[in-house]
């Protein structure tokens, strides 16, 4: 079972996912981008905390670079990997109306807002 958990953890990382809402509560925003929000979440099941970035599609539709931009973030994310000075990516899901990138959950607030 534990091979089968981390083989199954590793697929997320590379794959579109569909059951956002089924594995995840989200309970807060933590915050905003330009195509998007970022919401605090937790697993179900674990009551692990992370990050959840959610794109609405009609968004990322309308603005000139919203999907190249999208696609270039979950690209970098996956190409540099797990670095203990970058937060670390979990796995991407689509649903009918957005997209969602789980990432790691790093409490303290935006870093623009700490460092000004």
């Not at 979440?41 to 009609?58: C, I, L, Q, S, Y």
């Amino acid at each position: 079972m534990k091979v089968y958990s981390s083989w199954k953890e590793a697929l997320r990382r590379l794959v579109l996912v569909t059951d956002f809402h089924k594995e995840y509560t989200v309970t807060k925003q933590i915050g905003q981008g330009s195509f998007g929000r970022v919401y605090h979440a937790k697993r179900k099941g674990t009551n692990n905390e992370f990050a959840v970035k959610a794109f609405p599609k009609e968004v990322l539709n309308d603005e000139d670079d919203g999907i190249m931009g999208l696609f270039n973030e979950i690209s970098i994310l996956r190409e540099l990997g797990e670095s203990e000075y970058l937060m670390t990516f979990y796995e991407i899901h689509e649903t009918v109306h957005s997209v969602y990138m789980v990432i790691e959950y790093l409490p303290g607030g935006e870093l623009l807002k700490v460092i000004s």
